[in-house]
């Protein structure tokens, strides 16, 4: 998947248009505060960095694209204690015990398992112990077969993401999902702790986990995060 590519960037910001209030309730879980210093993962457009960044003491993103980052910067350009860097999150790491808060959404799913672990390694280090972190992505729980065909054949009351339902690539997004039976012990291995897993809908979930102990390593691209300030 090519997320260097600014058709795929473009279709992502129609796909995904910025509700706060939708963007704050997804925000709760880590109950962001004035102390906090606040890391998004493939921020995209920048959504869920404004308004934390209205809470938080510092907030910076990171994504691949130059296009999302071009996007997320203009959209936060007014808001001082917003950063936002061009890395891929693949081999990425953070300087010793930074940040208190940590979110991913839509992100990981786009990683080879083997990558994942290597982000996971390389962005501990970066937390402080007891930080949060929160996942939210394709998450497959028991039952999530049968859901695609109640939803195929029109029962109410179900969503699902496109790409589970979808045969075509393109809406599929090469989505590699996370198993909600092994979740838990793949970030315990980077030193976080489950506290909470649960189904948004099925095929898509939210995870929350806490930073428990100095598990992590040096990853090949260090992230050193900065400050900026508005003339």
Known sequence: MNWRSPKRAE???????????????????????????????????????????????????????????ASARE?????????????????????????TKGFARDSLTFLQEDARHEFLMGISRGFAEGALFLLE?????????????????????????AFLVDP???????????????????????GFQALSIESVCPGYGRALFQKVDATGCIGRREYIPRTRSID
């Open 11 to 69: 279709r992502f910001q129609k796909e995904s248009p910025f509700n706060p209030e939708e963007i704050k309730a997804s925000l709760a879980p880590l109950e962001l505060n004035g102390t906090d210093h606040f890391i998004d993962f493939g921020c995209g457009c920048g959504h869920h960095l404004h308004e934390a960044a209205k809470v938080v003491q510092q907030a910076w993103g990171v994504d691949l694209s130059p296009h999302m980052v």
């Open 75 to 99: 959209f936060n350009k007014d808001l001082p204690n917003v950063v936002i860097d061009q890395f891929a999150l693949q081999g990425l790491s953070i300087c010793e015990g930074y940040f």
């Open 137 to 161: 992505d394709v998450i497959l729980f028991p039952g999530w077969e049968q859901a695609i065909v109640d939803f195929k054949v029109g029962l109410p009351g179900i969503s699902m993401p």
């Open 168 to 190: 075509n690539p393109e809406a599929r997004y090469d989505t590699i999902p996370f198993d909600s039976a092994t979740l838990e012990g793949f970030f315990s291995c980077a």
